[in-house]
């Protein structure tokens, strides 16, 4: 069984809304792949589809989704890797992060 990691979680906003580089629609993503991660009871490797995480996220023009995801991975937080097999989802990784147990 997993310890509670609410600490761990409070350390990662902390850390994200210190980022100046950061905009409103950057931690919008990144609270909606937190959110998706906790549901998944997982916090190394999530399971996601763009459409889940523009409909948590509350985008709803894919060019803005884009690059808004883009700047995410460019900025180091998340590492995506896209799955093209429509019976499988592709995954996110925290880079910037790690959950301590």
Do not use: C
């Amino acid at each position: 069984m997993k310890k509670d990691n609410t600490i761990n979680w409070l350390y990662f906003l902390i850390q994200i809304t210190a980022d100046q580089r950061l905009n409103v629609w950057h931690i919008s993503l990144l609270l909606a792949i937190v959110k998706i991660a906790y549901i998944q009871n997982d916090n190394e490797t999530i399971f996601v589809s763009r459409s889940k995480l523009m409909y948590q996220s509350h985008i709803k023009s894919i060019p803005t989704y884009h690059k808004y995801f883009k700047d995410l991975q460019n900025f180091g937080y998340i590492k995506y890797t896209p799955s093209y097999h429509p019976g499988y989802q592709s995954t996110i990784d925290f880079l910037n992060f790690k959950i301590i147990y």
